[in-house]
């Protein structure tokens, strides 16, 4: 069964900080992909990375990086020194290829980050 | 550019009345349709999806149902709302092409009284 664990509930930094965001995914397909997104405090889901299950590099953004390990089925992302607006919800999900064109997510539950001032 | 719309931004309804969200997207076309619902712990559960226009599949038994009578449009209903169907509701579409990513909506935030 397919399955996405985000067993950080809450995190709470100060700014300038670096944070890394666990994700751990579950699935019996040898093609995936996966997902980041973020939720600010006004409710709309905005789409960071999608990584699919043959490419391994980590990715960086500005600010953001992605390590994706299949050894460990994680997909864990970083931002490095954090700032207030970077304050959200952040969820990693899954996405397996053998859904055909129907592109259904199956979230993890999220982690709330909270970056003081 | 692509956009989506969905309405209203906030409801507060009784139990046992029924319920409409709509959801539309501009600038795409045959798009994949999506409804998740967010309920209180922040995880998202997809609800209904469609591939195109009156296909709809349902990934959880429940009190709602959705239509697709347009292609860009998508809605979400109920004839009799529970307290249950509280939550924060999000339409997404993506590109009809294997695993894209999806994109979503402002939400809706449902309080069922």
């Known amino acids: 069964a397919q399955k996405v664990t985000q067993a950080q509930t809450e995190i709470s930094v100060v700014e300038k900080e670096d944070v890394t965001l666990d994700c751990v995914y579950e699935?019996?397909?040898?093609?995936?992909?996966l997902f980041w997104y973020k939720q600010p405090p006004s409710g709309e889901l905005v789409f960071l990375i999608r990584r699919n299950s043959f490419d391994e590099q980590n990715e960086i953004s500005g600010r953001y990086s992605w390590n994706f390990q299949k050894s460990t089925s994680s997909f864990n992302f970083t931002i490095t020194a954090s700032q207030v607006v970077d304050s959200a919800v952040y969820f990693c999900a899954l996405s397996e290829a053998y859904g055909g064109a129907t592109n259904k997510l199956i979230f993890g539950t999220g982690t709330l980050l909270a970056v003081q001032p | 550019s692509q956009t989506i719309h969905q309405w209203p931004a906030t409801l507060v309804q009784p139990v046992g009345s029924p319920l409409s969200l709509e959801c539309t997207v501009e600038g795409t076309s045959n798009p994949n349709l999506y409804w998740y619902r967010q309920a209180a712990g922040r995880g998202l559960q997809l609800l209904f999806y469609s591939v195109g226009i009156g296909q709809i599949s349902s990934e959880v038994p429940q009190n709602l149902s959705a239509s697709r009578p347009q292609d860009r449009q998508f809605i979400l209903s109920s004839k009799k709302l529970l307290l249950s169907d509280s939550g924060f509701y999000l339409c997404?579409?993506?590109?009809?092409?294997?695993?894209?990513?999806?994109?979503f909506g402002q939400g809706t935030r449902l309080t069922v009284v």
């Open positions: 699935t019996r397909d040898t093609t995936y992909y």
């Open positions: 997404a579409w993506s590109i009809r092409a294997m695993n894209t990513e999806a994109f």
